[in-house]
Each structure stands twice: as structure tokens, then as C-alpha cells.
Nanobody
């Protein structure tokens, strides 16, 4: 089992940047594929970015491609989401998620919330215009 704690959210002006962190406790963080999702008020949770357990594979939602970067530091049990050129439509609660992934699928990336086993409590990001 793994516990996830997000941090780094806050209020930023349009065009600004934030870096979210997701710290994992528990065993064998490197065995988990990771993802970032977000949920705006009144909307469903949506995929933002994902990274394979190996770190070799990443994937982004079209809405954030070129602006956001997902990365992981397995030695620190942490996954990051660097968010640049933020826009008001990026305002949401951001959640990280983990999926235990076998070695033979070390390069796999998962896009659906239903594919993830563990979730953090979320961190709020507000982008003012």
C-alpha cells in the first residue's frame, strides 16, 4: 500500500508557473505508475498527465501539452508536475494517483481514474486572470 500527499498548489496569475509535488510513503514507489488528475467545481475528474513506473514514458492531455511536465524521482519517492503558462481554465483541485504495475508493464501509462489504486487528498490550484 502507498500513501500519497500532494503539495505546491496555490494562487497564481495567468501566465505564471507552479510545481506540484506528490510524496509517496510506503514501499517500492518505483513499482507504481503515476498520474495527475484535476477536478474543477461542478466538473468531472479529468486526466492531466501520467508517467510510467520506469519513468521512460509520459503522456499528456491535449489541454496541457507543451505547458505541463510530469517527472518522477524514485530515490525521493516523489512525482512532480511542473505547470507553466497557467491559464484560468487550469483552476482545479489537482490529485496524484498511483497504480501498482508489474515489471513486464514497466513502460505502461494509464489514463483513466478507474485504473489507479491509490489517491492523494488533492491540492488546490487557482489561476487568476
Amino acid at each position: 500500500q502507498v500513501q500519497l500527499v500532494e503539495s505546491g498548489g496555490g494562487l497564481v496569475q495567468a501566465g505564471g508557473s507552479l510545481r506540484l509535488s506528490c510524496a509517496a510513503s510506503g514501499r517500492s514507489f518505483s513499482n507504481y505508475a503515476m498520474g495527475w488528475f484535476r477536478q474543477a467545481p461542478g466538473k468531472e475528474r479529468e486526466f492531466v498527465a501520467a508517467i510510467s513506473r520506469s519513468g521512460d514514458g509520459t503522456y499528456y492531455a491535449d489541454s496541457v501539452k507543451g505547458r505541463f511536465t510530469i517527472s518522477r524521482a524514485n530515490a525521493k519517492n516523489t512525482v512532480y508536475l511542473q505547470m507553466n503558462s497557467l491559464q484560468p481554465e487550469d483552476t482545479a483541485d489537482y490529485y496524484c494517483a498511483a497504480r501498482l504495475t508489474p515489471t513486464y508493464r514497466s513502460g505502461s501509462i494509464f489514463l483513466s481514474p478507474a485504473e489507479y489504486d491509490y489517491w492523494g487528498q488533492g491540492t488546490q490550484v487557482t489561476v487568476s486572470s
